[in-house]
């Protein structure tokens, strides 16, 4: 994709600009409609019927909404530091955004295809952490502390999971780079890594461990984005709205396409490690479902029902406390994440 | 225990401290009892064999005639299923009776509500301050003669 | 800088918060996320409603009744008017005591369902309140088709009913006995038994049963703490010893005896039991004329009477003094939730802001009972 730029524009520049535009676009469209998605698919589940007057099914309700949103005063609380509480929600929404910098969306598109990328996303959503807590900080109000303090407590514990298992991927794989984890899948379902990857027969011992991996990496992430049922720093029936109280119009909405953003971004990496990226299930057998626009339409359909199974289960679970929290990804998460690790490593050495 | 036999119980223990049982109907039998000695009473009432009150059901304050409050006090016993009703009488110009907070926790509440709606002061109480009028508020609501106050910080009161 | 106290905090969850059931206010000191202390402060909803009494006739005293506990109107009512009745000495025809009995536990679960929805909700988890409301309409279709009114009813009168079942009543409510024992099975499913639920809700805030006699406790409060003492059972009103039902006691199933998951648990029971007693009293209520004992002037002799009924919070007492007048002399409500309550500094401490919040949904307050 880079070099077809370059062929047109002559210049690096105007290609690095042009680059971002289509996941601009698919970042924004997804965060509208998964907005909507998540009111229509909880009212199904809820046995009522959800937005459905702003167009049909309700479509147009997310513009609305940002319409609305848009002309909302900014209200900035008397005695909150305004440089930070002014800042913090468009901290939050970049780091969100730039991890899409490394997702594979097809075999010719990506960002920018860093022989780091997984680990480059890592530090990337860590950084999502400081916009919370300056937003927790700088709105002077002790319910914003609170959520301020559980989100970093939160997050940073649950770095820790994230990292272990997406290792145990990296151990197969031996490369960090996204782009290679969907090339290495390439040839069917046969070869994703949830089912142990290219080889033989061989590598059927080693699915217990990697579907536990992929179990731990899609519960770590739950944490990460503030999902129920991890979504303390924002509980609503505790403190309110948490790290979102003071903040109204724009800027509010500035954290919710973040956390939609992330939410997408994170399925996006577990698609990669562990069910293909972009890869066909079909594998070469019809080169058609194999070519790179099609690829795009695979990335996006396994990404989007990931989205869905976390939508699903924000309307399923009831929130669990902090202190259980801090046990659960102390306590059995990271063992596990451990003994996954051990496992997969020995099998690779033998 | 019927109430006859209660009361010639605590007439025993108490003496003079134990005013008339009234049993005429439709009234539910009650017991007057001296305000001074209410507390000693309610140990006695709770922690004696036979009678074993171990809960307050409710404590009214009621603007009783012209120059007296009364307190009431429902009891009940989940040991030996058995209900009292005793009544204090405390003058309106000086309206203190002893609190019975320490011995049924139920009374803390109750006693506070008693002070905010008619003013009688509970001697011993451990924080005796309004319950459901704000702090500030003028005067005891349901005594008879209570006249609401005209302005409420800067806020006209009857409309 | 360094003026900072870290301390202690004193955190305001103030007359306006998501989860107090209404204007209370809390005041928790607290040490990080530990509770030290609780205050509440109440007031906020004080409405006069015993002043008003001493103003107004006695049938004109069941509209604010109702306003009290507006969750549930019906057993209000009923504590009122079987208290005026007792006062004056009205004999109420069967009729009358069977469909009394029947509203009276139909309003029950309902408002067990509002105390469920809105506790799953505390917990975060969104979808079980939804289902209990859905249940809880067709309660409400119920009543309205009975006497017009979803929520608050002036259809308990003294010495009768303002309206008669119509006929279309008793097949519409078999029906709904028929669909909501499955709905209960599927509440527990999707709720009670979550792990991570009762990891919220067990082993927190244990009522000891001993203080919970001494503070006043009543009603699920009471039974999750293992007493075994309802008013319908022990100290029967109205036609409650016809009746074969259980009392739903917590018993320690998960974590100890006493916790916040005992009286969840305890009020899941209580509307299988309702059940129960609403089918046998279905199938047997005689004939007769609602309206044929209601007195046109109720003048009680002078007397005083302390009548107390088993309404879903508690026990509601009503302490009526008459004069011989038309009015009543002194009229006082005590309700369950006041008493409930107070117990909340006493049993939050050394648990966390989130336990708070479950602790104040197990008790399941109205706060237009506790400020009437």
């Not at chain 2, 007296?68 to 040991?79: E, I, R």
């Not at chain 3, 699920?220 to 036609?239: A, E, H, M, Q, W």
Request: aromatic letters at 12%.
């Amino acid at each position: 994709m880079d070099q077809f730029l370059i062929n047109i524009f002559g210049d690096n520049i105007i290609k690095d600009i042009i680059i971002p535009v289509p996941v601009l676009i698919w970042v924004s469209v997804f965060a509208l409609g998964a907005v909507l998605a998540e009111r229509k698919i909880s009212a199904f589940m809820q046995d009522r019927i959800g937005p459905n007057r702003t167009g049909k099914w309700g479509i147009l309700q997310t513009i609305m909404d940002v319409v609305k949103l848009f002309q909302k005063e900014f209200v900035t609380p008397i005695r909150s530091n305004k440089i930070l509480f002014r800042t913090a929600p468009y901290l939050v929404f970049t780091a969100a955004f730039l991890g899409y910098a490394v997702l594979p969306f097809s075999s010719v598109y990506i960002g920018v295809d860093l022989n780091l990328g997984l680990f480059y996303f890592f530090a990337i959503t860590s950084l999502g952490v400081m916009g919370l807590l300056l937003a927790g900080w700088s709105s002077n109000n002790k319910y914003s502390l609170y959520g301020g303090l559980r989100s970093v407590a939160q997050i940073v514990s649950y770095e820790i999971p994230t990292a272990l298992s997406a290792l145990s991927v990296v151990m197969i794989a031996g490369t960090l780079s996204m782009q290679k984890f969907c090339v290495l899948q390439g040839g069917g379902i046969q070869n994703w890594y949830i089912f142990g990857g290219p080889g033989g027969i061989s590598r059927l011992i080693m699915i217990p461990f990697l579907l536990s991996s992929a179990l731990i990496l899609f519960i770590s992430t739950l944490a990460e984005t503030n999902r129920t049922p991890f979504d303390i720093p924002e509980a609503d029936s505790e403190l309110v709205a948490g790290v979102h109280l003071e903040y109204s119009g724009m800027m509010f909405a500035m954290f919710f396409f973040a956390e939609y953003a992330q939410m997408f971004a994170v399925s996006g990496i577990i698609t990669t490690l562990f069910f293909g990226g972009w890869q066909s299930p079909f594998g070469d057998l019809i080169p058609f479902l194999n070519s790179p626009v099609m690829q795009i339409f695979w990335f996006l359909i396994k990404g989007l029902f990931f989205v869905f199974v976390q939508i699903w289960l924000r309307w399923t679970l009831p929130r669990v406390r902090v202190d259980q929290l801090m046990i659960i990804c102390w306590k059995y998460m990271i063992p596990l994440a451990f003994i996954n690790l051990f496992a997969i490593g020995l099998y690779l050495v033998l | 225990m019927d109430i006859n036999e209660i009361h010639n119980l605590l007439k025993t223990v108490f003496e003079e401290a134990i005013g008339e049982v009234k049993t005429d109907k439709p009234v539910d039998p009650y017991i007057f009892i001296d305000a001074g000695k209410i507390n000693a009473v309610s140990y006695f009432l709770r922690d004696e064999e036979r009678l074993q009150f171990d809960s307050l059901s409710c404590l009214s304050g009621v603007d009783y005639d012209k120059d007296n409050f009364a307190v009431v006090y429902h009891l009940f016993s989940f040991a030996l299923n058995q209900k009292l009703v005793v009544k204090v009488l405390v003058p309106k110009s000086a309206p203190v009776v002893p609190t019975i907070s320490d011995v049924w926790a139920t009374a803390n509440w109750h006693e506070r509500e008693a002070y905010d709606m008619f003013g009688i002061i509970f001697e011993g109480h451990p924080d005796l301050r309004r319950i459901l009028c704000p702090e500030d508020w003028d005067g005891f609501p349901l005594r008879k003669d209570y006249k609401v106050q005209e302005f409420y910080n800067g806020m006209k009161v009857p409309y | 800088m360094s003026e900072l106290r870290t301390e202690e905090m004193v955190l305001n969850m103030g007359p306006q918060h998501p989860s107090t059931h209404g204007v209370l206010r809390l005041q928790l000191v607290l040490d990080g996320e530990i509770v030290i202390d609780v205050k509440p402060y109440i007031g906020y909803l004080h409405r006069c409603f015993e002043k008003h009494c001493e103003a107004m006739t006695y049938p004109q005293v069941i509209p604010y009744a109702d306003r009290m506990d507006y969750v549930n109107s019906m057993s209000n009512e009923l504590g009122y008017a079987i208290a005026v009745e007792k006062l004056c000495g009205i004999e109420i025809p069967e009729r009358v005591e069977y469909i009394r009995v029947i509203m009276a536990e139909l309003q029950r679960i309902a408002s067990h369902l509002v105390a469920l929805g809105t506790y799953g909700n505390d917990a975060g988890a969104f979808t079980p309140f939804l289902y209990c409301f859905i249940d809880r309409e067709k309660v409400l279709e119920l009543f309205e088709i009975t006497c017009g009114a979803r929520l608050l009813y002036n259809y308990i009168w003294i010495g009768g009913l303002s309206h008669d079942i119509p006929k279309e009543f008793i097949p519409k409510t078999k029906e709904f006995i028929k669909y909501f024992r499955p709905r209960i099975k599927q509440l527990n499913g999707l709720l009670s038994y979550n792990k991570i639920f009762i990891e919220r809700t067990a082993n927190v805030g244990v009522l000891p049963a001993d203080y919970a006699i001494n503070a006043g406790a009543s009603g699920p409060t009471l039974r999750g703490s293992g007493v075994k003492f309802d008013l319908r059972k022990n100290d029967p009103y109205s036609i409650y010893d016809r009746f074969d039902f259980d009392i739903p006691v917590g018993n320690g199933e998960q974590g100890t005896l006493g916790d916040c998951w005992d009286r969840y648990m305890v009020r899941v029971h209580e509307m299988e039991e309702s059940l129960k007693i609403i089918e046998q009293a279905l199938d047997n209520i005689p004939e007769g004329d609602v309206q044929s004992a209601v007195p046109k002037r109720v003048k009680p002799p002078i007397g005083e009477i302390y009548v107390r009924t088993e309404v879903p919070k508690g026990e509601l007492g009503y302490y009526i003094i008459s004069d011989g007048s038309t009015n009543p002399f002194r009229v006082k409500a005590r309700s369950a939730s006041f008493c409930n309550v107070s117990l909340i500094g006493a049993m939050s401490r050394g648990h966390m802001i989130a336990d708070v919040v479950m602790i104040l949904g197990s008790y399941d307050i109205v706060l237009g009972e506790i400020d009437r």
